[in-house]
T-cell receptor, first 115, second 112 residues
């Protein structure tokens, strides 16, 4: 039983480049969540998606960030024109159904470093 | 902001029970209490959750007070590998809001 998978595990980008982070949920899970953890800070929610739908993006920065969860394939978090402040660990989680009763299972994270 | 209050840090001797408290005095009737932990810089790990009744699984026990305003996570025989930041989170059932709100948690240090 594979858990939540994220790739790459480490990503280095220069300022102004694009970063693409991928998340494959656990088998059978159709709900995906993205969180960001800045250095020495707690986890902050970014976005909640179901297949082909964004359910809640209240934590997503208004510019440069976007997320999708297509019918086929992994969920993608895209950061355009990265800046040094985007350096952080990005965690993806998945759940069997809508949150509340159903716990979220987290992946190992992608560590983004912007130089 | 997090709806829970936890002590910032606790120590526990290896092999002893670790009791981690959490206050959630404003919890609503449809909100569950969840516990997660984050070991070093790994992804958070689900531990246990409950609504009203006490719960137990292979990792821990969760004791929720009758008024549901506080709870305690119990690791019955703490090991060095249980050293982590433990997060107590309340989350509603059935809403479209999917996010878990992580506060600062309790940093548990298990000492030999």
């Amino acid at each position: 039983n594979a858990g939540v998978m994220q790739n790459p595990r480490h990503l280095v980008r220069r300022r102004g480049q694009e970063a693409r982070l991928r998340c494959s949920p656990m088998k059978g899970h159709s709900h995906v969540y993205w969180y960001r953890q800045l250095p020495e800070e707690g986890l902050k929610f970014m976005v909640y998606l179901q297949k082909e739908n964004i359910i809640d993006e209240s934590g997503m920065p208004k510019e440069r960030f976007s997320a999708e969860f297509p019918k086929e394939g992994p969920s993608i978090l895209r950061i355009q024109q990265v800046v040094r402040g985007d350096s952080a660990a990005y965690f993806c989680a998945s759940s069997l159904a809508g949150t509340g009763v159903y716990e979220q299972y987290f992946g190992p994270g992608t560590r983004l470093t912007v130089t | 902001d997090a709806k829970t209050t936890q002590p910032p840090s606790m120590d526990c001797a290896e092999g002893r029970a670790a009791n981690l408290p959490c206050n959630h005095s404003t919890i609503s009737g449809n909100e569950y209490v969840y516990w997660y932990r984050q070991i070093h810089s790994q992804g958070p790990q689900y531990i246990i959750h409950g609504l009203k009744n006490n719960e137990t699984n292979e990792m821990a026990s969760l004791i929720i007070t009758e008024d549901r305003k506080s709870s305690t996570l119990i690791l019955p025989h703490a090991t060095l590998r249980d050293t982590a930041v433990y997060y107590c989170i309340v989350n509603a059932y059935g809403g479209s809001q999917g996010n878990l709100i992580f506060g600062k948690g309790t940093k548990l240090s298990v000492k030999p």
